[in-house]
């Protein structure tokens, strides 16, 4: 159960109580937005006394995969995401400027002084009682907020998967590259379904047909790639439904053109045959800005997914939203269990952040804590918070997660694909990409009045 409020260093009661289980990016910058709004938070961290595979210290933010926080840049969407983050008084933001290295147009920290200086900030604010505990169960309380990570404590992953039924919960991320839609060859592409056409008369998927010199081509692309290392409670995620590609082809050249590519029930209307081997694109998103490439999970480094996939027919000049992956994570069907303020629907009152909600990375992860924790301080006080402006890149994150198909919903960064369109666009990508984020911080300004505590 919550106990009653806890004392500030002022010694006057600081009510309500929030709870918050994790003390990754995403639990601290909930606890710490929630806290900046007068709200009493009990954060709880089962490090160092019980640790994840993943972790060395007992540091909050521990980033254990990179210490680049990718672009700074606001040509690019998560360089929007920060800029938001920083007018929105995170304090991951606040660590990661303190914590910055030269990393040209990246934003890359110490990540021992990034841990630090967060760990330090939480440790010392006066509405953050912080409990090094482990919690197995999701806690009693009217608010509360799940931010415990891709790692889990297994018996907490259990009660929350019976809390959303054992089809929502998932312990794996096996994701296929998405591209931008305006970034394939026009004309290459045939739409259609296997066997019989789509509902719109034209089929569901864009089809890019490949012959057999393609595919040879294609698949001595794929045995000559490098991959990216895995860490050992990673190894166990590898099971026949999400194989990367790369290793599928390994077992044998036509592995590819019997599993993924099979071009089974398929006719190509140039040539009126069925190809060698197809590779299909499906809608990620509503507008059809988004395409995934199906069935293309791969541990293959960013530069060479980059150059294996643009040697198909039609990708050569694809633009990629978000590239494969394939490691150990726990996400929610967001799109099912999600309500549009983070909250369980089957459980009201529990709010998800991080990358158990349903995005991916280190930026995404904080960004989504501080809007639970925004929303969550708002529900404490038996109020609601106005959501992001919809051309906000906080918005976009929030739309993936309430929009998505939830029949293949998977985690994913942040990109210009989940923004609304201009009315009128520039026609170079990277000045489109800026007068989009010149839009959004437009638009976050008079959201930021409403929603920023008084000083």
């Not at 918005?395 to 009315?423: C, I, K, S, T, Y």
């Amino acid at each position: 159960m919550i106990r009653p409020p806890m004392q500030s260093h002022a010694g006057s009661a600081t009510p309500p109580c929030l709870v918050v289980v994790g003390a990754g990016l995403a639990g601290c910058e909930a606890a710490w937005q929630a806290a900046r709004r007068g709200i009493g938070v009990r954060l709880y961290e089962m490090r160092p006394l019980s640790r994840s595979p993943a972790h060395t210290s007992g540091d909050f933010a521990e980033l254990v995969c990179s210490n680049s926080l990718r672009s700074a840049q606001l040509t690019n969407a998560v360089g929007l995401l920060k800029e938001e983050m920083r007018r929105c008084g995170s304090l991951v933001m606040q660590a990661a400027d303190a914590a910055a290295v030269p990393a040209g147009s990246a934003l890359a920290v110490d990540r021992v002084a990034f841990a630090r200086h967060v760990t330090q900030a939480i440790s010392a604010h006066p509405n953050i009682e912080v409990r090094r505990e482990r919690i197995a169960k999701v806690p009693d309380g009217p608010q509360v907020v799940l931010a415990s990570g891709p790692l889990t404590d297994p018996e907490l992953a259990s009660e929350l998967r019976a809390l959303v039924g054992e089809d929502s919960l998932y312990f794996y991320d096996a994701i296929s590259p998405i591209v931008y839609a305006d970034s394939l060859e026009p004309g290459v592409a045939f739409r259609a379904s296997r066997w019989e056409r789509g509902d719109d008369g034209e089929g569901d998927y864009l089809n890019l047909a490949l012959d057999r010199d393609g595919y040879e081509a294609f698949v001595d692309a794929l045995l000559g790639a490098e991959s990216v290392p895995l860490h050992e409670f990673e190894k166990a995620a590898y099971f026949e439904g999400c194989l990367p590609i790369e290793e599928m082809a390994r077992r044998g050249r036509e592995t590819l053109a019997h599993g993924p590519m099979k071009p089974v029930g398929l006719e190509d209307p140039r040539t009126g045959k069925r190809p060698h081997a197809v590779l299909q694109l499906r809608h990620e998103d509503r507008r059809g800005a988004l395409y995934n490439l199906v069935g293309f999970q791969t541990k293959m480094r960013v530069s060479d997914q980059q150059r294996v996939f643009r040697s198909l027919p039609g990708l050569g000049q694809a633009v990629f939203a978000r590239y494969g992956s394939v490691h150990r994570n726990t996400f929610l069907n967001a799109p099912r269990q999600l309500t549009a303020t983070l909250e369980l629907r089957a459980r009201p009152g529990v709010f998800v952040a991080g990358q158990m909600a349903g995005v991916e990375g280190y930026v995404e992860s904080a960004a989504l804590g501080g809007l639970a924790g925004l929303f969550a301080a708002a529900a404490a006080r038996g109020e609601s918070a106005p959501p992001p402006p919809a051309s906000t890149a906080h918005a976009a994150l929030l739309r993936h997660l309430g929009e998505a198909d939830p029949e293949h919903f998977q985690p994913m960064n942040v990109n210009w694909g989940l923004f609304p369109a201009l009315e009128q666009a520039p026609r170079k990508r990277p000045l489109r990409n800026l007068a989009l984020a010149a839009r959004a911080l437009a638009d976050l300004a008079p959201w930021l009045a409403r929603t920023e505590p008084a000083s």
